[in-house]
């Protein structure tokens, strides 16, 4: 068994030890197709695999499905992430955590985190090695994002993410020949509406797959926030030493460190004859359909379209929109309850997928501006937190 197989498989539970142990050497360096086979592994394994489709309830109901997986360590590094991502918030009950993990299903969590453990293994080979594997060096197609809009450094610091936010002003925005921006929060529409027609401001950050679409959307929003929130999560998520380092990208040659926040502006709804899009708007009942409809379902745009089509009442559309607007769900409302202000969210919340290439092409025609976002926490940390990551052994250390 190779040292880079010895390493994976103390990320899983113990039962799945053998099928991995027989993992071929070349599976471990290529990342897509090894956590395909980790996940058609668990799957196996799982004495309930039809509750992979299922949302978890809350972050208790999440740490006890990936105990079918994963092992009682990475568990025990699940649950810190999703603490420690509590305490940047301000969010001692963990509602904003539970309500993001509801967003996914078990399948997609499971295949989110294969798919970074996967990542880090591979970097941490070449950092052993000295030599690189196949393949890209960044953790995935989100994390080298090629920009040729103004690239802007925002500063937050405070004593949780939400002060930090509110605090924030220009004068804490770098770049190199960039002009300082008005702040977000004043690029928020008073009501977004997708059915009235006006230019709009719209979010995207780290992630590519959401509870409307398959992976691969582009996810859009009216609030700088809500993206802000969803990218640092997952990339909390992510992490399998929380050490509080910000990810680093590659943007116009040069490396940043931090959150990234693209900024687009659109017309909305988008003129068919110029763009040659259409939009569809779902209502609450029907968003909550949509959402079952897909969950789950890896087949193509053009097949997936032939089961959801129905639930759009008096649609004349005969393909998947490019742009599907939908109410935020109310776990997330619910989630987000704690934000409720002004310069941070608009009541009601909307959320846009966009996976079409028509779509993706006019989105990306549109971006204005890549913001590079990091935070400081300058007061009031949970005490005994960073002791207790420190308890959380690297998984890379050798086994004594």
């Known amino acids: 068994m190779s040292s880079s197989t010895k390493r994976l498989i103390r990320f899983f539970n113990s039962n799945l030890h053998p099928q991995l142990r027989a993992t071929p050497e070349e599976m471990t360096r290529n990342r897509l197709q090894a ?24 972050i ?3 740490l006890t499905a990936m105990r ?9 590094q699940l649950e810190y992430n999703i603490d ?8 001692k009950e963990g509602r904003m955590a539970g309500g993001f993990l509801s967003l996914w299903t078990i399948r997609e969590w499971m295949e989110y985190l294969m798919r970074e453990l996967m990542w880090a293994l591979k970097e941490e080979d070449e950092r052993i090695t000295g030599w690189k594997t196949a393949g890209p060096s960044s953790p995935a197609p989100d994390h080298k994002p090629e920009s040729d809009s103004p690239v802007i450094e925002v500063r937050l610091q405070g004593p949780n993410l939400r002060d930090a936010w509110l605090a924030w002003t220009p004068r804490n925005n770098t770049g190199p020949s960039v002009p300082i921006p008005l702040p977000l929060s004043s690029r928020m529409a008073p009501h977004f509406d997708p059915a009235v027609s006006s230019r709009q401001y719209l979010y995207h950050a780290f992630g590519r797959r959401n509870e409307m679409s398959p992976e691969g959307a582009i996810y859009l929003n009216c609030s700088p926030p809500r993206s802000f929130l969803w990218a640092v999560f997952l990339s909390d998520m992510a992490s399998t030493n929380q050490d509080g380092v910000e990810r680093s990208w590659i943007l116009n040659g040069q490396r940043y460190q931090g959150t990234l926040l693209f900024e687009y502006c659109l017309e909305i709804p988008p003129d068919p004859e110029k763009s040659g899009c259409q939009q569809v708007i779902l209502s609450k009942e029907q968003a909550t359909r949509w959402t079952w409809a897909i ?10 379209w032939l089961l959801v089509r129905g639930i759009i009442t008096g649609s004349t559309l005969h393909r998947w929109p490019d742009f599907l607007h939908a109410p935020e769900l109310e776990e997330t409302e619910t989630a987000l309850g704690g934000w409720s202000h002004p310069r941070l969210l608009q009541r009601p919340l909307w959320r846009t997928a966009v996976c079409t290439p028509a779509g993706k092409a006019l989105v990306k025609r549109s971006r204005v ?14 005490k005994g937190w960073r002791a207790f990551g420190r308890r959380l052994v690297s998984f890379w250390e050798p086994r004594a």
Do not use: M, N
């Open 35 to 58: 956590s395909d086979y980790l996940l058609a592994v668990c799957e196996k394994w799982h004495p309930e695999p039809d509750r992979w489709d299922e949302t978890p309830t809350g």
């Open 60 to 62: 208790e109901a999440f």
């Open 68 to 76: 079918f997986g994963f092992s009682a360590k990475y568990c025990q």
């Open 84 to 91: 420690y991502f509590s305490a940047k918030v301000d969010d």
């Open 295 to 304: 969950s789950g379902r890896g087949v193509p745009l053009d097949r997936l």
């Open 369 to 382: 501006a890549v913001y590079v976002i990091t935070y400081q926490q300058t007061a009031g940390r949970r």
